[in-house]
């Protein structure tokens, strides 16, 4: 697996201010919240990967959770908030597939093969839960940007103009419908985006200076009122 160091970072939403919560874990991919605000993300284990549980308030309660079996890591994968349910959401990169997963007990449920290969980054639709409304879904390196239903039916909706030059990484979905998408840094910092579902037109709103790149998951809380990213450290 990836030796590496992931960080967690809190940034407002308003002002782009950064909270550091240092590191969380090695070894990581993506980032969601459950309905009850509860923040999730992945460990490679050493057969499947396994659900991890942050609690940025404590982190001594920070935990594995269980293992999504029937999730390949292969290729990294990203965790998608349902802020509609107890659930999240597993994408898996190498086989295109979509799963729910329980966040009790971290067993995954295969749901769908999303058609288009060429995504990489997934968020819940925003505003309702995912199993009702589907997901968009982002090649992060052409910018294109799909609308995927529960079916793992993907339409191409267009593709982003002004984004990053080295492409997108994690997107993430607000309650109120705005799209964000994390610009990594090469080596350290990122840079965060707005993205227009209408133009398609993305704006850059907040460089953070950070060691972290930004590049493994990105989540926007319940509230609406601040951003969660993570990004390897090296």
């Known amino acids: 697996g990836l030796a590496l160091r992931a960080d ?11 909270t550091s919560y240092g590191t969380v874990g090695g070894n990581m991919w993506g980032l969601g919240f459950d309905g009850a605000g509860n923040l999730y993300s992945s460990v490679q284990g050493a057969t ?59 067993a995954s449920t295969f749901l769908a093969t999303v058609t288009n290969t060429s995504i990489f980054m997934f968020t819940e639709k925003p505003t309702m839960s995912a199993q ?4 968009l879904g982002m090649d992060s390196f052409t910018g294109a940007v799909f609308d995927v239903d529960a079916a793992g ?28 998408a994390v610009g990594p840094g090469m080596m350290s910092g990122y840079s965060i ?27 926007v809380d319940p509230s609406g009122n601040s951003m969660w990213v993570l990004g390897f450290r090296g």
């Open 8 to 18: 967690l970072e809190q940034v407002d939403i308003t002002t782009g201010t950064m």
């Open 48 to 106: 499947s990967p396994e659900l991890f549980f942050i609690d940025p308030s404590n982190s001594a309660n920070n935990a594995i959770v269980g293992p999504m079996t029937t999730v390949d890591m292969n290729m990294g994968l990203d965790i998608s908030s349902d802020l509609g349910s107890g659930s999240v959401h597993a994408f898996g990169r190498n086989f295109d597939n979509l799963h729910t997963v329980d966040t009790t007990t971290g």
């Open 132 to 135: 009702a409304s589907g997901f």
């Open 153 to 180: 039916n993907a339409t191409q909706l267009g593709t982003v103009t002004g984004g990053p030059m080295f492409g997108f990484g994690p997107i993430a979905a607000a309650p109120d419908g705005t799209l964000y």
């Open 193 to 219: 985006y707005q993205i227009d579902l209408v133009s398609l037109t993305a704006t850059s709103l907040f460089t953070v200076a950070t060691m972290s790149t930004g590049g493994v998951g990105m989540a």
